[in-house]
């Protein structure tokens, strides 16, 4: 009996100890393995990014227009900086920053803390002894941006898989969704205001008949705890450090903590939203990182980095990085656009390729012991990066100096605000120069007009009206009309800029005459002057500006139901109440020039590899037949009399060397004050077009103000340079053989 006890005695105890362990093993691996886990705060996997390097621009001959070049930058924890105004005292020899600014930079190591937006007057007035006392403060800060959700039934038709994904980003039910789809209504409002987030997901479903609208932000009344002695005391606690030597004494480091009472007080506050925890608050009190000064010189770095190491300066680092760089500098900068500091595009190329210029970030995963110090046994998990790739264009940098110094000599030479150029290859739709120019003595913005400025082009909207008429067979090169100097449309008189009497159409383009332009567009009408315009591309973008960037060709109507006058049609004619863009206006005059072939242009050549590889090659398309080879032919014949003839409106033009084709035309403005637009367009050579040529200049003010005065001495500069630069055969002397 005695035996049996003892053995259920032991038994006992091996229950109990069994039942114990578990217990604690339970505790350890499943309530709190993260105090067991990793008891010192260090991570068991620590990761280093290793950044991309991102690519260059090149011109057509490999000439690099924008690249990264290596920089400094020095950076600080004001945590761990023990005397801020020794350390800017050091630190104001090398870096171009005043010792004042540095020693305010070094000092600032809390901020204020923003607690919650859109608060109510309930709730201002429960803290207002926290707000007097200046524990609190109160802005009026701009609202969080919130969205509303558009449906139009009729035009939204998603297939069931899109209709599940829609029912989900939005959080309803599919019956629900399937009753707003089946609505008779035009549009209805499916859900009002969802976040930045929910917008974003919305917008990547791509649904026609689906808008998001950005509501009006408003500013709202926000709270902000501010970092003054009564709210938060300074203690005293050890730096937790990767690896410290045996026996060698803890840092310390003074950390904020809210004083006792204060987060009990700031109870009202939260009411209807959720309660944030107080580490979480105290650590955003805490500024951890301050750039003292970026994009350095990397001689100076180094310079740093020494007096850094021999003053002791701790909390203060050189940190390598790079740079964008412009070698040719300002050239085409209005086209390569510009990255701001950390290297993300934001404006022009820059910004349109910035995604294939970037590349992908790589890393390194070190498995670390909870000391900190790597575990040798393991092995490291390593991703390269994907560097940037470096993007050809076809732009070539000497055509673009050429045509920006012209370009921008004829802006100064007739005080004009700015001017733009186009010069492309009217076979291949290759943009060899895109220049935008402004005034060097008035404050006009600099960007990219070429895209994103559609302007009224005048006369040289003449041809494109022609080019209907004649592929409509509305009218004929050599068909007598008559100018008597002004044409009656209504109760309205338009006036022509001479007196022409008997007139053809094709001198009609040569002298530029507006009575007889009225004629042939008033043959057109309105459908037929749309569908001219729209056939030459004139209402499409060109593809050459990013999203948002280019603007687009338009014929504003006279009345609100679009509806066009008499005196519209007669004034579209000769190329006034249109407006279109430079890049558009060059590409219908290639097809002019080319025999009817309206060219896609391009302006990136191919995209190699960092190793110089070809990765993606893009020859040229061949655009649509968008006229007839005679109706093509018929005109340039007509652009280069404007130009070869002694009497036409482009005779300043011509050249000794080349035989040009081309039109003049001025936008005179609708009412006084309006900005006057001057142009010419011209190809060459006239029996082979290698390049055409697209010059308008802005508000000339010296001059006679016309498209030929202001412009047809940098078009003959631009189109003489480039040819020869290109080695195309300038004409045979006289009396010499062919």
């Known amino acids: 009996m005695r035996r049996d006890s003892r053995l259920e005695l032991v038994e006992g105890f091996y229950a109990v100890f069994l039942a114990a362990v578990l217990c604690r093993l339970f505790w350890v691996q499943v309530w709190v393995p993260e105090k067991y886990n990793n008891p010192t705060g260090v991570p068991y996997h620590r990761e280093t990014r290793l950044a991309a390097g991102k690519g260059e621009?090149?011109?057509?001959?490999?000439?690099?227009?924008?690249?990264?070049?290596?920089?400094?930058?020095?950076?600080?924890?004001?945590?761990?900086?023990?005397?801020?105004?020794?350390?800017a005292r050091v630190l104001a020899a090398w870096?171009?920053?005043?010792?004042?600014?540095?020693?305010?930079?070094?000092?600032?190591?809390?901020?204020?803390?923003?607690?919650?937006?859109?608060?109510?007057?309930?709730v201002v007035d429960a803290l207002h002894p926290l707000l007097q006392s200046g524990v609190l403060s109160l802005t009026r800060?701009?609202?969080?941006?919130?969205?509303?959700?558009?449906?139009?039934?009729?035009?939204?038709?998603?297939?069931?898989?899109?209709?599940?994904?829609?029912?989900?980003?939005?959080g309803q039910a599919p019956t629900d969704l399937e009753a707003l789809l089946g609505s008779s209504d035009e549009v209805v409002r499916l859900r009002e205001p969802v976040d930045e987030a929910t917008q974003q997901r919305l917008q990547r479903l791509g649904l026609a008949g689906l808008v998001v609208r950005q509501n009006p932000r408003r500013t709202v009344p926000t709270i902000w705890l501010e970092p003054v002695e009564q709210a938060v005391g300074l203690v005293?606690?050890?730096?937790?450090?990767?690896?410290?030597?045996?026996?060698?004494?803890?840092?310390?480091?003074?950390?904020?903590?809210?004083?006792?009472?204060?987060?009990?007080?700031?109870e009202p506050l939260w009411k209807g939203v959720a309660r944030p925890r107080q580490e979480v608050v105290e650590e955003r009190l805490q500024v951890p990182f301050v750039y003292l000064a970026r994009q350095l010189p990397t001689e100076v770095g180094e310079a740093v980095k020494r007096a850094v190491e021999l003053h002791q300066l701790a909390g203060v680092w050189v940190a390598d990085e790079s740079r964008r760089d412009y070698p040719q500098g300002a050239l085409a900068h209005a086209l390569l656009g510009r990255c701001d500091v950390d290297e993300v595009g934001i404006s022009g190329l820059e910004r349109a390729l910035n995604q294939v210029l970037s590349g992908v970030d790589g890393y390194t995963r070190r498995t670390i012991a909870k000391n900190g110090w790597p575990i040798v046994l393991e092995r490291d998990e390593s991703v390269p990066p994907v560097h940037g790739r470096t993007v050809q264009l076809t732009v070539d940098a000497y055509l673009q100096s050429v045509a920006e110094k012209a370009v921008q000599g004829a802006v100064d030479q007739f005080d004009a605000d700015w001017g733009v150029c186009v010069v492309v290859?009217?076979?291949?739709?290759?943009?060899?120069?895109?220049?935008?120019?402004?005034?060097?003595?008035?404050?006009?913005?600099?960007?990219?007009?070429?895209?994103?400025?559609?302007?009224e082009p005048g006369s040289i909207a003449k041809p494109v009206v022609v080019s209907g008429a004649l592929d409509g067979h509305l009218a004929s090169p050599r068909e007598g009309l008559f100018c008597s100097g002004t044409i009656q449309v209504g109760r309205t008189t338009l006036h022509c800029i001479d007196r022409h009497l008997d007139e053809t159409v094709a001198e009609a383009v040569r002298d530029s005459c507006n009575s007889?332009?009225?004629?042939?567009?008033?043959?057109?009408?309105?459908?037929?002057?749309?569908?001219?315009?729209?056939?030459?591309?004139?209402?499409?973008?060109?593809?050459?500006?990013?999203?948002?960037?280019?603007?687009?060709?338009v014929i504003?109507?006279?009345?609100?139901?679009?509806?066009?006058?008499?005196?519209?049609?007669?004034?579209?004619?000769?190329?006034?109440?249109?407006?279109?863009?430079?890049?558009?206006?060059?590409?219908?005059?290639?097809?002019?020039?080319?025999?009817?072939?309206?060219?896609?242009?391009?302006?990136?050549?191919r995209i190699l590899g960092r190793d110089g590889r070809v990765l993606v090659d893009s020859p040229p398309e061949p655009g649509p037949q968008v006229l007839t080879h005679q109706t093509g032919a018929e005109l340039r014949a007509m652009l280069r009399s404007v130009v070869a003839d002694p009497h036409g409106t482009g005779a300043l033009a011509a050249s000794k060397l080349y035989d040009f084709g081309g039109k003049t035309g001025t936008s005179i403005g609708y009412h006084e004050g309006d900005p006057r637009v001057v142009s010419f367009v011209g190809f060459g050579p006239y029996n082979q077009p290698k390049l055409l040529c697209l010059i308008s200049v802005s508000e000339p003010r010296l001059g006679s103000r016309w498209g030929a005065t202001t412009c047809g001495a940098a078009f003959r500069e631009v189109m003489e340079r480039s040819l020869d630069y290109l080695g195309v055969p300038p004409n045979p002397p006289a009396g010499g053989t062919q």
């Not at 969205?147 to 939005?170: F, G, K, T």
């Not at 120019?437 to 990219?448: A, G, I």
């Not at 049609?569 to 009817?596: D, H, I």
């Open 425 to 455: 290859e009217p076979a291949t739709g290759e943009v060899r120069a895109l220049v935008n120019v402004v005034s060097s003595t008035r404050k006009v913005p600099d960007y990219n007009r070429c895209l994103c400025v559609a302007y």
């Open 556 to 605: 504003h109507p006279d009345f609100p139901d679009g509806g066009w006058s008499a005196q519209k049609v007669a004034t579209v004619s000769y190329g006034k109440g249109v407006q279109c863009t430079a890049v558009e206006l060059a590409r219908a005059y290639c097809a002019l020039a080319n025999g009817g072939q309206l060219p896609r242009l391009r302006l990136v050549k």
């Open 236 to 266: 005293k606690e050890p730096v937790e450090e990767t690896v410290r030597d045996p026996g060698e004494p803890p840092e310390y480091a003074l950390v904020p903590r809210l004083r006792q009472g204060v987060w009990e007080a700031l």
């Open 141 to 170: 800060e701009l609202s969080q941006p919130t969205y509303s959700v558009y449906l139009y039934p009729r035009q939204l038709q998603p297939s069931p898989s899109e209709r599940a994904d829609l029912a989900l980003v939005l």
């Open 516 to 553: 007889v332009m009225v004629q042939v567009g008033q043959r057109l009408g309105r459908e037929g002057l749309e569908r001219a315009f729209r056939n030459l591309g004139l209402f499409d973008t060109t593809g050459l500006g990013g999203p948002r960037e280019e603007s687009v060709g």
């Open 57 to 87: 621009i090149a011109d057509l001959q490999g000439r690099i227009l924008a690249r990264c070049v290596k920089v400094s930058s020095v950076a600080a924890d004001p945590q761990m900086v023990a005397d801020p105004a020794a350390a």
């Open 95 to 122: 870096l171009p920053v005043g010792e004042a600014r540095l020693c305010a930079l070094l000092s600032g190591r809390w901020r204020r803390v923003m607690l919650r937006r859109d608060v109510t007057g309930e």
